[in-house]
């Protein structure tokens, strides 16, 4: 338990350290409760951490008792993740605290957050860059649901991510 509960800080350090310039070994991504174990992460944090995360060969830690939770949206996401990234963008972030990172994949834009903190984090995001509509998800109202919104990326767009929670949206 107690490494489960140093999760959602040490994952929001990594994006600035392990992650910072190159692939890591990392396998993110587990929606289904672990026996024995009091899971902190919310299902965001742990979908944005397949944005967030690269390595070298990307595989999830989730169980199809786990993925079969999960709506299809989420699942279709997934399944629509790029092997590689054409581009990868720093959007806001602290090491320890939280980060959000954009990355490209042919003209489809995902950016994806969470939050290693006990507390919400609203911010205001400069996405400019991408200037679309597109989709949100995020943390639902328990732990392990979802939510899936219309979001528009300008010059502050505003999201709030739960404590230990996270988020990815898409924009094609």
């Known amino acids: 338990q107690p490494g489960q ?4 800080p040490h994952a929001a350090m990594i994006p600035f350290t392990r992650n910072l310039f190159d ?17 902190t992460t919310r299902n965001g944090f ?18 199809p008792a786990g993925m079969a939770t999960a709506p299809s949206y989420v699942k279709q996401t997934l399944q629509n993740l790029p ?18 990172i954009a990355r490209r994949a042919g003209k489809t834009w995902y950016v994806a957050g969470f939050n290693g903190g006990d507390s919400d984090k609203t911010l205001s995001l400069d996405l400019s860059f991408i200037a679309k509509h597109g989709k949100l998800i995020s943390d639902g109202a328990t ?24 988020f990815v949206a898409t924009f094609k």
Do not use: C
């Not at 742990?46 to 169980?63: K, P, R, T």
């Not at 590689?84 to 963008?89: A, H, I, M, V």
């Not at 979802?146 to 991510?161: L, R």
């Open 83 to 100: 092997r590689s990234w054409d581009d990868s963008k720093y959007v806001d972030g602290f090491p320890g605290q939280y980060a959000v």
């Open 143 to 166: 732990e392990r649901a979802f939510v899936q919104s219309d979001i528009t990326a300008n010059k502050s767009t505003q999201i709030t991510i739960k404590p230990h929670g996270g």
């Open 46 to 63: 742990e979908l944005a951490e397949s944005v967030l995360f690269v390595s070298g060969i990307q595989h999830f830690a989730e169980i």
């Open 5 to 8: 509960d140093a999760i959602a």
């Open 23 to 39: 692939p890591m070994d990392f396998t993110p991504l587990a929606f289904g409760d672990i026996p024995n174990i009091k899971r």
